[in-house]
């Protein structure tokens, strides 16, 4: 985490320098299960002591020399040509020591959500070590929605060992905005049925449930079918990752110490307080009042259209010095879904203080298997930041689009506990039904000292604050 932060001040002042990078790749032992899974071992796997357990998984590389996702992050830092939009112009800064700017070409891209809408390459001057040169942008930038104007450095012919053709930069402008409002409906029938367990909302091919018991939206089917497997409920805790654990101090020890699953149990104890729904012209509201230690102000709301669209609203606020790792809500899908979309941040994993080198577009995965990352000690991982709409399934699809503001998601092939306990990759089972998370916001993964998070003020969760998320979710076949 927040690897960007570094290199903005030492190109910043020209005589700071340094910051190592430990390690290359994950210093790991393979051999085989007995079912034929890869297994990764570290310290203390064949009965050593005194050891560092995972201490050495911390790699830019995994062992198989496969990329890590804070790969992208040191590629984006460590490019050697700086891009400045001005207007509508493009003002580049040659790093580079012995190559002028004429040794590659520049391809640039106008976009959208729907594609690209315009591109041109173009021939650069040659211009030397900290020479700027100045570029006409081709493209009519004036939009009042949302456009992408990405800005590419590519190599022209071999060199450096490298081929022609080679991605040698990148930079992406956001133009515009994007539209987070809540798009009006035609209005229908809808109807509320108050029952001693739940509140159920009904409408044209759909039909909802909120538990009175345990608070969740605990049903949604469409066109009679199922499809939640568990309740959309409150989520406060993530897996533990990497840089919360001391390798030298037993773990149980740290957690306890640190406070480090206090708001994922909170959130497994925590209980309804009053589950109230009211109807009104054009839609029905179910509100939900939490009781949840370390937290207060927790609300749910759902106001749910005609359609079968819900708008989902969470709120909490954290009233405790313990860091809050994230605030949303979980749930998971029936069997037989799969394949994610998603417009955001990626292609890979990211996170808010692991951004740099992840940009927005519209990204799909044939399978959860393709958007998760699994480390060698498994933990959080596949988290994707600044989403605008998401989508999971194939069958029967879930949609989820953010309102007022982007949100994070994740999906998972396992559950949040099942990776909380797993100690090596291929404990990890992989069920036939997802996990989604969508959150109003998710805590960065920190980096400045070996297994320490260490995080940044500006990485954290605020205290003492509303935290509000605000989405919408919709099945559709």
Not at 296 to 321: F, K
Request: charged share 25%.
């Amino acid at each position: 985490g927040n690897f960007s932060d570094y290199w903005n001040v030492f190109k910043k002042y020209d005589r700071l320098a340094g910051g190592y990078i430990w390690d290359f790749a994950d210093q790991a032992i393979r051999t085989k299960t007995k079912d034929g899974k890869d297994k990764w071992n570290y310290g203390g796997d064949f009965g050593d002591k005194p050891n560092d357990g995972n201490f050495a998984f911390n790699g830019v590389f995994r062992g198989d020399r496969s990329p890590n996702p804070h790969y992208y992050e040191v590629v984006k830092c460590y490019q050697q040509v700086d891009f400045t939009r001005v207007g509508n112009t493009l003002q580049i800064v040659n790093r580079f020591m012995f190559t002028p700017l004429s040794a590659f070409a520049l391809r640039l891209t106008l976009s959208d959500e729907s594609g690209v809408l315009q591109e041109k390459t173009m021939d650069l001057p040659a211009a030397g070590h900290l020479e700027k040169v100045t570029i006409d942008i081709p493209f009519d930038l004036n939009t009042k929605s949302e456009q992408l104007l990405d800005a590419y450095l590519i190599l022209k012919v071999d060199a450096m060992r490298l081929p022609a053709g080679h991605l040698m930069a990148r930079e992406q402008f956001v133009l515009g905005q994007y539209d987070f409002s809540v798009k009006k409906e035609t209005p229908a029938a809808i109807s509320l049925c108050k029952r001693a367990d739940a509140y159920v909302v009904s409408g044209d091919h759909f039909s909802l449930a909120v538990s009175k018991k345990t608070g969740e939206l605990s049903s949604y089917e469409l066109d009679g079918r199922e499809c939640l497997r568990s309740g959309v409920r409150p989520c406060f805790g993530r897996a533990n990752i990497d840089n919360e654990r001391i390798a030298q101090i037993p773990f149980d020890f740290v957690r306890t110490l640190i406070g480090l699953n206090a708001f994922k149990n909170a959130g497994k104890a925590m209980i309804p307080l009053e589950v109230t729904a009211t109807q009104g012209k054009d839609a029905v509201k179910i509100t939900v009042r939490w009781l949840c230690r370390y937290l207060d102000q927790v609300e749910t709301t759902y106001v749910v259209l005609p359609s079968g669209r819900v708008l989902v609203t969470q709120t909490c606020r954290n009233i405790v010095p313990m860091d809050l790792p994230r605030y949303g809500i979980t749930f998971q899908l029936m069997s037989g879904e799969d394949g994610v979309t998603y417009y955001g941040k990626g292609p890979h994993e990211n996170y808010c203080d692991r951004k740099t080198g992840a940009y927005l577009g519209v990204y799909r995965f044939k399978s959860a298997e393709d958007f998760i990352h699994d480390y060698l000690y498994p933990q959080e991982n596949g988290n994707r930041c600044d989403v605008r709409w998401l989508e999971v399934g194939s069958d029967v699809k879930l949609r989820v689009d953010a309102v007022g503001r982007a949100f994070e998601a994740g999906v998972h092939p396992y559950t949040l506990e099942e990776l909380d306990a797993a100690k090596h990759s291929c404990d990890l089972p992989r069920h036939d039904y997802l996990t989604v998370n969508i959150d109003g916001g998710q805590q960065g993964v920190g980096g400045d000292v070996p297994a320490v998070a260490t995080l940044k003020p500006q990485y954290k969760l605020p205290k003492m604050q509303t935290l509000t998320l605000r989405c919408a979710l919709q099945f559709k076949k």
